[in-house]
C-alpha cells in the first residue's frame, strides 16, 4: 500500500486589526459567492443567515471573506478570492458602524 502524502505544514500566526494593530479580533460573520454566484451572496452574522440575490457573481471564481472586529471596534475583512486557477488572499479595512446601529456592513 503506497503511502499517504505527508500535509503541508500549516502557517500559523496572529491576525491583527489592520487599524490598531491590536491582536485582540474576534470573527463577526462570514460571506461566500461561488462559482457562477447564480445565487448571489451568502452571508452569516449575528443577524442569523441571510442571501441576497443582487449581488453580482465573481469573475470566473469564488469569493469568501470572513469579518473580524477587534476590541476598539475597527472592522475589517480577510477576503479569499479565486479567480480561474488562483486564489488570492488580502485584507479590506471596513467602515466602522455608527454608534447605536446593528453593524450589519
Ligand atoms: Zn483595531
Do not use: W
Not at 70 to 84: A, E, I, K, P, S
Amino acid at each position: 500500500m503506497p503511502a499517504a502524502p505527508a500535509a503541508s505544514s500549516p502557517s500559523r500566526g496572529y491576525l491583527h486589526c489592520p487599524t490598531c494593530r491590536s491582536t485582540n479580533v474576534i470573527p463577526s460573520g462570514f460571506s461566500c459567492r461561488t462559482l457562477l454566484g447564480a445565487l448571489g451572496e451568502v452571508r452569516i452574522d449575528h443577524h442569523g443567515v441571510h442571501l441576497d440575490p443582487s449581488v453580482p457573481p465573481c469573475e470566473g471564481g469564488a469569493d469568501i471573506a470572513i469579518e473580524y472586529r477587534c476590541l476598539d471596534g475597527h472592522r475589517f475583512r480577510v477576503r479569499l478570492r479565486t479567480t480561474y486557477a488562483t486564489t488570492s488572499a488580502f485584507t479590506q479595512t471596513l467602515p466602522c458602524p455608527e454608534r447605536g446601529q446593528s453593524g450589519r456592513r
